[in-house]
DNA sequence: AATGAATGAGCCTTCATTCAT
DNA sequence: AATGAATGAAGGCTCATTCAT
């Protein structure tokens, strides 16, 4: 049944698949045929649609990073101060929409990807350079700016580890613990920064903190 | 050249250039060939030595790990002290002879694919477990056991979220700033600790820390 | 030249090829190349269609079968009475469109591979079965239980030794001369079994008789 | 530890080998490294006492015919009279030393080789050859010449059809119930002859038959 | 006499991609 | 818009055979 406007349904529906399938995988080895029968369609369709299996990836790959950004900004959106904004950020990260097994593990499979898929690679920088200036921006007002480059390096090194832990299962912990600890991380770093920069932190902040 | 003796150094050489062509590729997607030409023999005689290519992907992990668990070792025997341990352990994952691209990238790949594959989570899990006991032994000499987990879990995945920027390239520090900020985070914590216990940190000990 | 509809010819194409190729080889070492080759198709496809080179076979064999258990059907259904019937079973077997060489060898490379690949001892084991008691049933009508069994286990190893030598070529016999010496079996064991009933043949039915 | 004198030891052990090997597998699908493996050696050796892998085949061929032949002679020495020596002409088909389900299927995949390889189908038709001739040379003396041929014939498929059975387990009789089967044929296409030459049988040799 | 070492050739199978309809 | 049909290219694995020792 020919259906016109069926675009957008189509490339979303292969989307989906491919990080279903990724996911379930838990590795790029995957193959078009899967991919195009789970969304319910031909692997000449889904072709058809993305040109090229690697292309289906980069799609797959920017619409996990897209809403990983859409969801950075609402956090934002909602909070009060450098510290809450850091906090936001963090969050962002372990969303329940996309903290998922396997969501993480499709991600992942684009994380390791980017060592050497120069498309991969640039979507890649795009999220790494954003999620730094974000985090530098807020420790910015909070710490020198030396500090804020290290806190905000130690902090994406914490969500990586964390997320392929989280793919692996070895991740005991759940979604609040795992937040819990990034934020933990940034209180000890900020308190040390503020003990450093003889500015201890505001009691009443620390109480609200995880 | 038929030799008698080859075994263990035909052996050897595919797994030296199974680690090779993988980190080179960045994944799995090696194939047999590439290794063999490589380790300069044919996929016939690689295929006599391991039987097949999983059970040289198989091999190349395992010996990873054992060197892993050989400097580890090597480490600890210099080490005095709890403190001191840890740094050890810490140093063994970023020692200069395996913190190469090549070896962290091939190690990323093993790491990913024990998400599905048995062989490989078992040997991940040796790992992983190993890690986890030598910091909570040490640990739990200087905190309590409930933080002695937590920060275990900490600094496994501040390690394993290092080596992932590591492999692609996006780590801009060098192997003493890695080392750096994992140490410094086991300082915050254990003085986080320190004071949670009333039991403040030897002001000696710190001055011999990183 | 792309049309609809090509399965059940392509599957037909294959079975043909498979079961000339065999015969021609006279065993199973064929490749699947060879049969793609023969049906005008490439691997790949052949493939497509069957799954693997195991299915390709055994579709072949169960091709031989079925059209084996139509002609006994068929040449059933035009008899009357026991001895016309028995006479009608083994002239199936030695069907003018089936006993040549290559099915006959073909036929023969199942048959052996049966012994130990279990799709195949099945379909042989059905057509066994079958002709055993389509064998027994009508014996049973002229002679008692106990030589009933007899008989037709005498009938089938004489039809499988007519077949071997057939195959090999080994048989200076044409197929009336085959199904002769069968019938002649039966007409003297019938006679035996008569005589040893104290039933004395029925003169007119031998007259008809080949 | 080499030593002189070993070259029929090794080749026999290689033939014993092949047809151990090829009556387990009921194919010739069977490897030189398994052979090898089976007698004890390596395949190089293997290679160097038979040259090729073909000729290894043929030598365990040769082996079977060469012990059937004996056989023959055997149980002919003692037999008196043409119906005892026909009788032990079949008997020697089914000896118990060699009429085991291994060297049975063994002899079952050289029968189909036949077919298509010059050197079996030569062997073969020296074992097909001698047989016929000991069946008719004896026959002769019982019935006339075309009688005896077409009995040879019978005679000659019904054991073909008996050991194929035999190799797949079709077969529920045992060694003397299936020999039982082929006298019975004798007797009664003698004593068809018999009748049809005005010759009764003599009753006091009917009485000492199976 | 004996073997470990080594490989070329080949086979089954998979899969991304194209095309006619 | 959609798909069944079709294939070239490649990859893992096997194996008979050779050779230096």
Redesign the pocket.
């Known amino acids: 049944m020919?259906?016109?406007g069926?675009?957008p349904i189509?490339r979303n529906a292969l989307i989906e698949a491919t990080i279903d399938e990724i996911g379930k995988a838990g590795s790029l080895n995957?193959?078009?045929?899967q991919i195009a029968r789970r969304a319910g369609?031909?692997?000449?369709?889904a072709?058809?649609y993305f040109g090229?299996?690697?292309q289906m990836f980069l799609a797959a790959m920017r619409h996990i990073m897209t809403a990983f950004g859409a969801r950075t900004r609402a956090e934002l959106a909602a909070a009060r101060g450098p510290r809450e904004r850091l906090n936001a950020i963090i969050a962002a990260s372990f969303d329940e929409r996309e903290f998922r097994p396997e969501v993480v593990s499709s991600w992942l499979s684009f994380y390791v990807q980017a060592q050497n898929n120069p498309g991969a690679r640039r979507l890649l920088n795009v999220y790494t350079g954003r999620l730094h200036s974000n985090l530098v921006f807020n420790l910015r007002q909070l710490t020198n700016i030396a500090n804020a480059h290290a806190i905000a390096n130690g902090v994406a090194a914490l969500i990586d580890g964390l997320y392929i832990r989280q793919a692996l299962h070895n991740n005991r912990m759940d979604r609040f613990q795992t937040m819990g600890l990034v934020w933990d991380y940034l209180d000890l770093k900020l308190g040390q920064a503020g003990r450093m920069m003889k500015d201890p932190l505001d009691p009443s902040r620390l109480a609200t903190s995880p």
């Open positions: 020919p259906k016109i069926m675009e189509r995957v193959t078009v045929a369609m031909s692997t000449a369709l072709h058809h090229s299996k690697d």
